[in-house]
Every structure is written in structure tokens, then in C-alpha cells.
């Protein structure tokens, strides 16, 4: 199976931008792999931030946007507010239908 | 607006079962996909398995084939998780989701959570 990799921790100050990167094992991150994004705060439930590299949600705010960069998936924030300050996760599909999902990334807005 | 809600968890031994239910309103159910996955204490998120809107296709995490089946009751807009010879890292907060498709995995609309602790 294979390994999905993200930046254990970022920091980045109010007013910032950040981009944090997913990262397959197995090569290059396509559009084939239907990255998602999702944000944790603690003791919350997490939510999804982005569908299939780059779709919004409704209630996804608009200083979040994502991409491919580099061959790998990324999340980029522009404008960092302190509620900002999240887990977050990619997930990666691949074939059979199991989708993995990165070992995600602790984001400190300071 | 999509409301998704799990229940079933709660304290079981080893080797014992346990099935999570999670009800669902404010979309045309049949129509998507739904998805479980898991978070154990401190840790990161685990997809578990996905069921298509129709309940033909069916998806697992190998670390739980043959011991979870998920399921699906469109009359009740209800999607099941039946959690057989449970060992102690299943121990998780375990949430259902929606999906963005009828065939798809990725969770879209995720629900509370239920936990589940599997303990002697």
C-alpha cells in the first residue's frame, strides 16, 4: 500500500501564506488521485476544505485553494487568522478503491 | 442542509462485536456514496470502507477486511458498519460521511463521530 506524506508541523504568522504538500510514495500526484483536504481543530470532527485538487466547499473560505505542485498535492493558505490553526489531512485515491490518507500536518498560526 | 449522525459506539472486549449506525437526512441518500473512518486516540485519520448509493460496491481497508461490512438501508437513509472479532487498535472515534459521488470514497460531509474502545 502506498504511503502518503505530509510536513509533520508549520508555522506561519497572521497575515501569512503557507503551502503544505501530500506526497504518494508511489510517484508523482496526479489528478487520477483525487486529492482532498481536510481541517481537524481539536476536539472537533474534521471537514472537508477541498475536493479533487482544487474544489471548494460552501463553506470553505476563500483564502484556502489548492493545486499540484511538484508532482505532489498542495494546500495553500494566503492570509493566515488565528483560526487557522488546524490539523490538516490529504487523502490520496488509488486503485481497488482504498484511498490513504497522509499522516497529516499541525499548522501553528504565530 | 446534510446531517449526518453516528451511534453505536461504546466498550467492548476483544474478539467481541459491534455494529455503528449512522443516520443521514437532507440529501437524496441513495444517490451517494457513504464512507467510514477512523481516528484513534492522538492519532491521525484511518479510511475504513465505502459503500456505493446502490450498495453493489463495496470498499475496504485491509486492516479490516474480512472482519467489518458495511451496509446500507435506503428506506431508513441509514448506513451500518458491522465490526466483528474486534481487536484493541480498533479502539477509535469512528465517523461516517458522505461522499460527493453514487461510486466514490473520499468523505465530503462528516458526522460527529461515535467512539469505540475495545477493552478488557
Known amino acids: 500500500q502506498a504511503v502518503v506524506t505530509q510536513e509533520p508541523s508549520l508555522t506561519v504568522s497572521p497575515g501569512g501564506t503557507v503551502t503544505l504538500t501530500c506526497a504518494s510514495s508511489?510517484?508523482?500526484?496526479?489528478?487520477?488521485?483525487?486529492p482532498y483536504w481536510f481541517q481537524q481543530k481539536p476536539g472537533q470532527a474534521p471537514r472537508t476544505l477541498i475536493s479533487d485538487i482544487s474544489n471548494k466547499h460552501s463553506w470553505t473560505p476563500a483564502r484556502f485553494s489548492g493545486s499540484l505542485l511538484g508532482g505532489k498535492a498542495a494546500l495553500t493558505l494566503s492570509g493566515a487568522q488565528p483560526e487557522d490553526e488546524a490539523d490538516y489531512y490529504c487523502?490520496?485515491?488509488?486503485?481497488?478503491?482504498?484511498?490513504?490518507f497522509g499522516g497529516g500536518t499541525k499548522l501553528t498560526v504565530l | 442542509e446534510v446531517q449526518v449522525l453516528e451511534s453505536g459506539g461504546g466498550l467492548v472486549q476483544p474478539g467481541g462485536s459491534l455494529r455503528l449506525s449512522c443516520v443521514t437526512s437532507?440529501?437524496?441518500?441513495?444517490?451517494?456514496?457513504m464512507s467510514w473512518v477512523r481516528q484513534a486516540p492522538g492519532k491521525g485519520l484511518e479510511w475504513v470502507s465505502a459503500?456505493?448509493?446502490?450498495?453493489?460496491?463495496?470498499y475496504y481497508a485491509d486492516s479490516v477486511k474480512g472482519r467489518f461490512t458495511i451496509s446500507r438501508d435506503n428506506s431508513k437513509n441509514t448506513v451500518y458498519l458491522q465490526m466483528n472479532s474486534l481487536r484493541a487498535e480498533d479502539t477509535a472515534v469512528y465517523y461516517c460521511a458522505k461522499t460527493l459521488g453514487v461510486v466514490a470514497t473520499h468523505p465530503a460531509d462528516w458526522g460527529q463521530g461515535t467512539l469505540v474502545t475495545v477493552s478488557s
Open positions: 508511489a510517484g508523482t500526484v496526479t489528478s487520477g488521485h483525487y
Open positions: 487523502l490520496l485515491s488509488y486503485t481497488r478503491g482504498r484511498p490513504v
Open positions: 459503500l456505493s448509493g446502490t450498495g453493489d460496491n463495496t
Open positions: 437532507g440529501f437524496t441518500f441513495s444517490s451517494y456514496a
